[in-house]
């Protein structure tokens, strides 16, 4: 009876435990995922000299559906004026991205550890710039 | 008492190998940001050409407009040395702690990097090698040990 009072206590934790070995895992990979997303938006960006409307909401579609969000939650905000390829450095002439995409949850089991659903998310932010390879008109 | 000891030691292992999950997923994701990072520098950098070169047909980077880019992407998060080629046949190298040099090559040229990988340069090409020294682990036995992390990345001008 004395171990069983003793297992009861202690296998919430070890299962949260084991329970986070798999949340760090997906946590990582969906990150470097939306990394991949984004790296793939920039190449297309770096062509048109801008972020597009379609380029934007076809990067949405994609995080909302591999981070299992709804499109509403993701944040993007990135220059739509055409910036061009000018062969020398311009700041002026970098086109600019930020990207937040929320994550909602960080520890599993959180509540065992007295972390609340509210402090148990983080948000992925990719903030850079890159030159342009639009040709000027 | 035998249980609870037991259950003590799993939950030991379990938080170290927790803790180094966490930090191991930190120093992937962080290796993979400086991947893209440096990928964009250099295919950024390699547009800063001199553009009379250019319309003689030869390939020859701006070093200061080139370098400029580079440090306003890099913006002191990490350190780099830069290698450039081009048609000028002047190896180049820039450092983030402001370091050049230079010597005259010909092309193929056999470039070892830092970390000791060999590539064949064969035409203009810039290559950017970066790293972040940093406490990535919190294991005391990693500690010291793997505390940088280093990425390079190369942009060859096929096609003119």
New interface residues.
Partial sequence: MKDFIVLLAILPILLALILNHGLINKNSMDEQDVREYVYSAVQIAKQDGYFTDANIDALKAKIAERMNLDEDEIVIIADSVPKYRVNEFNESELIHYRIEVPVKKVVAGNRLFNISDVENQKIIVIDNEVASERLAP | MK??IT??A??IV??I??LF??DY??V??TE??LK??ID?AA???V???D?EEYGDGNIVI?DS??M??VQ??ADDKYDYVVHIFDDSLIYRQHGSNGDTTSAAITFPYSFTDGSGYTTVIEGPAFIIEASIEGQFYTLSSLKDIKNDIRRSTSYVVEGR
């Fill in positions: 249980t609870f259950g003590l799993i939950f379990l938080l190998s927790a999950q966490t997923s930190r992937e994701r993979l940001k893209y990072e964009e295919a950024g950098a547009l800063m050409f553009a701006d407009e080139a400029e880019y306003h992407i």
